[in-house]
Nanobody, 124 residues
Framework: QVQLVESGGGSVQAGGSLRLSCAASGLTATMGWFRQAPGKGREALASRRVNGVTYYTDSVKDRFAISKDNTKNILYLQMDILKPEDTAMYYC?????????????????????WGQGTQVTVSS
């Protein structure tokens, strides 16, 4: 069983930065970040395979960076140049399997465990 706890969300002005953290308990392989804005579906943002390879969705690839501290088992999402349209609930996700392809790691189907979410609000 894997438990995920996100933190680091908050309110920021456009152009600002935030770093989200996801503390994982238990063994994880592929991990990812998703978000869901009010009235919209869940959107994949970034993923990290167990070998360190990372993937990004096009809308955030030049502004967001996913990383992991393996010693602490914490996944991060550094978010820069934030825009009002980045306002959403952000979720960490984990799989105990090593999802391989970019498309699969950026889909909900790869993941079995989800955190409770952390809210990010970007004001103009």
């Amino acid at each position: 069983q894997v438990q995920l706890v996100e933190s680091g969300g908050g309110s920021v002005q456009a152009g600002g930065s935030l770093r989200l953290s996801c503390a994982a308990s238990g063994l994880t392989a592929t991990m990812g970040w998703f978000r869901q804005a009010p009235g919209k579906g869940r959107e994949a943002l970034a993923s990290r395979r167990v070998n360190g390879v990372t993937y990004y969705t096009d809308s955030v690839k030049d502004r967001f960076a996913i990383s992991k501290d393996n010693t602490k088992n914490i996944l991060y999402l550094q978010m820069d140049i934030l825009k009002p349209e980045d306002t959403a609930m952000y979720y960490c996700a984990a799989s105990t399997y090593n999802c391989v392809s970019r498309s699969y790691t950026l889909s909900e189907g790869c993941y079995h465990y989800w955190g409770q979410g952390t809210q990010v609000t970007v004001s103009s």
